[in-house]
């Protein structure tokens, strides 16, 4: 029998790229003409939509693998505060923070609201991070 290993390789990934979007976008924003930083804030934004989503999947399929037998029931908060009581990540109010930001992303149509998900996104890369060292930990 084969033993099934968790793969989050996707999640590491889109995270390196957030992580790199973000820095790319520090490092220029004060140089750059408004619409380039509009254009960078944007494409921040949008790795953080695609890394967000891989993040609450991983989640849900290690508490599958390892876990809960039956996260499919499970709400995005519940599954958030699952993945808090297993020390997946550290707070799960936090969490349904960013899932508030993601949900709307789609609907950004003013720089306040992309300057508030923005900075949201800042404070998500330490936490995905997070949940990235606690897999690595775990998932051997």
């Known amino acids: 029998m084969t033993e099934t290993r968790l793969d989050y390789s996707s999640l590491e990934k889109a995270t390196t790229t957030l992580e790199t979007a973000i820095r790319a976008y520090e490092a220029a924003k004060d140089g750059a003409l408004a619409e380039e930083r509009d254009l960078m804030r944007d ?6 939509e695609y890394t967000f989503e891989l993040a609450w999947k991983t989640i849900k399929r290690f508490l599958e693998m390892y876990g809960l037998e039956r996260v499919d029931k ?16 550290r707070d799960a109010s936090t969490w349904f923070d960013y899932l508030a930001d993601r949900n709307q992303t789609s609907h950004i149509y003013d720089d306040i609201v992309a300057a508030e998900v923005y900075d949201s996104v800042k404070n998500f890369l330490p ?14």
């Open 43 to 48: 494409g921040v934004i949008q790795r953080f």
């Open 74 to 89: 499970l709400t995005s908060r519940d599954l958030f505060r699952a993945g808090a009581e297993a020390g997946l990540i």
């Open 127 to 140: 936490d995905v991070l997070y949940l990235l060292a606690q897999l690595q930990e775990r998932v051997r």
